[in-house]
């Protein structure tokens, strides 16, 4: 990579730092261990006899309603919608103390870092980080859906303020990263606009929830 490469990105207006994107492997396998431990504790929206079900599960601004189906063994069939072919996955362990679950998928074992912070899934694929929560049948209408306010998606320390007052940020462009139970997790913007307010700097403690930028957005034409 030369720099004039690096230049002519910025002049086509090219976004240099993307974002990872979370693989279907990755959406199958957090859809097992949704499954588990629904399974595992008394559901509210489901009754214990239901052995299929619909999942609707967000990563970052994407939304997708996988169907699980759950058997012995802790084998789920995973389709990555109610409509497609389902998937294999079987939930050989998982070690919530040390962030660790061992999985089959179509009968190729491997082992992934699977932390749970409150409702939110982290799993970490390839070095990458990825949140993964349940959308609610009740969606939230405040602030934390407000893509002109970024809040810190968990409590932890903020490593990384890659953006200032006035500069364009596109959608799904890196942010912030805050660390918490030393993995490093990234804040990207939800939609196009310009950074009104940082409110973060590196070494600073936060809560979830806090208010680390507020940008104002794009209008639409």
Same mark, same amino acid.
């Given at each position: ?10 002049? /086509? ?10 693989? =279907? ?8 261990? @949704? ?10 929206? #489901?009754?214990?006899? +239901?052995?299929?079900? /619909?999942?609707?599960?967000?990563? =970052?601004?994407?939304? #997708? ?7 012995? *063994? ?14 294999? %996955? ?8 040390? *962030? ?5 998928? /179509? *009968?190729?074992?491997? #082992? ?19 949140? @993964? ?6 969606? =939230?209408? !405040? ?5 002109? #306010? ?7 320390? %903020?490593?990384?303020?890659?953006? $200032?007052? !006035? =500069? ?13 139970? &030393? ?6 913007? $939800?939609?196009?606009?310009?950074? &009104?307010? +940082?409110?973060?700097?590196? *070494?600073?403690?936060? $809560?979830? &929830?806090?208010?680390?930028? /507020? ?7």
């Amino acid at each position: 990579m030369t720099t004039t490469l690096i230049d002519q990105w910025q002049t /086509d207006g090219d976004p240099i730092l993307q974002a990872p994107v979370a693989s =279907d492997e990755a959406w199958l396998i957090a859809g097992a261990l @949704f499954g588990a431990r629904q399974q595992g504790t008394a559901h509210l929206l #489901r009754a214990d006899s +239901v052995s299929a079900w /619909d999942l609707p599960l967000q990563q =970052d601004s994407v939304k #997708r309603t996988l169907r699980v189906s759950a058997a012995s *063994g802790g084998v789920y069939r995973v389709a990555m919608s109610p409509q497609a072919a389902p998937l294999t %996955v079987q939930l050989l362990s998982e070690d919530a103390t040390r *962030g660790e679950a061992r999985i089959e998928l /179509d *009968g190729v074992q491997r #082992r992934v870092r699977a932390v749970w912070l409150g409702d939110t899934l982290n799993l970490v694929i390839e070095a990458a980080v990825f949140p @993964f929560s349940e959308v609610s049948a009740w969606p =939230d209408a !405040g602030n934390a859906l407000d893509p002109s #306010r970024a809040l810190a998606p968990v409590a932890g320390t %903020v490593t990384q303020v890659l953006v $200032q007052a !006035g =500069d364009t940020v596109t959608e799904g462009q890196p942010l912030v990263a805050i660390e918490a139970m &030393k993995m490093e997790m990234w804040l990207n913007a $939800q939609a196009p606009g310009v950074i &009104k307010a +940082v409110y973060a700097k590196a *070494g600073d403690q936060v $809560q979830a &929830k806090t208010l680390l930028i /507020d940008i104002e957005l794009n209008k639409e034409d």
